[in-house]
């Protein structure tokens, strides 16, 4: 599987402000998922990043608030924008199995960003 | 109706003991099925992916019921090191959309 690492693993940040978090992935993919968990609770996907058009947000999630860049078959940013306490969670972003994943197959997550907002 | 529903335990097991639990899913069309492992603090790793016939990992054995719509795990010879939260996970459309289930913690005590 695919080597993934994002910057920042943590931090903290006031509320109001911007972060962005980068992904970073040591072989080309088509397709990367970026996920969020909250406090003692399972991952809910936030979008699905395609290179070379718009991410894709799944229900109650919107690219003001989540904004996703995907310049190249390696990286993708997120942001969590004007951020709240409410914000706070752990930020995940994830590949497929394989360079061009299909429908159902398995993913692999980078190590997490956790992020608190005060 | 939550879409993955587990037993959040947790389970507290002695070493070299067997633990079982199962996940329900709602949505009969789901595809594609998987075990999970998330440390604290860590980010999930894919325990394994469960087939129609049932498959098993060396002391994992995971089975899918597509009649009663759940998928259970079978841990034998439990070790220190199996302690951890496993997350059910289902592919409920066919697309790339995975949807966890909250976890079953496992402790193995010495």
């Known amino acids: 599987s695919a080597v993934i690492s994002q910057k920042p693993s943590r931090d903290i940040c006031q509320r109001g402000t911007s972060l962005t978090i980068q992904c970073q992935v040591d072989?080309?993919?088509?397709?990367m998922f970026w996920y969020r968990q909250q406090p003692g609770q399972s991952l809910t996907l936030i979008a699905t990043a395609n290179q070379g058009s718009e991410a894709t947000y799944e229900s109650g999630f919107v690219i003001d608030k989540f904004p996703i860049s995907r310049p190249n078959l390696t990286f993708s940013t997120l942001t969590v924008s004007n951020m709240s306490p409410e914000d706070s969670s752990i930020y995940l972003c994830?590949?497929?199995?394989?360079?061009?994943?299909?429908?159902?197959?398995?993913?692999?997550f980078g190590p997490g960003t956790r992020l608190t907002v005060t | 109706r939550k879409e993955v529903e587990q037993d959040p335990g947790p389970f507290n097991v002695p070493e070299g003991a067997t633990v079982a639990f199962n996940c329900t899913y709602s949505n009969s069309a789901s595809q594609s099925f998987f075990w999970y492992r998330q440390d604290c603090r860590k980010e999930p790793k894919l325990l394994m992916s469960v087939y129609s016939s049932g498959n098993e990992d060396g002391r994992f054995t995971a089975q899918l019921n597509r009649a009663s719509q759940y998928i259970s795990l079978l841990i034998r010879d439990s070790k220190l090191s199996d302690s951890a939260t496993y997350l059910c996970?289902?592919?409920?459309?066919?697309?790339?959309?995975?949807?966890f289930g909250a976890g079953t913690t496992v402790t193995v005590r010495a």
């Open positions: 996970v289902v592919n409920l459309m066919g697309d790339y959309k995975l949807s």
């Open positions: 994830s590949v497929g199995g394989s360079r061009d994943p299909g429908p159902g197959d398995e993913q692999y």
């Open positions: 072989s080309q993919v088509t397709m």
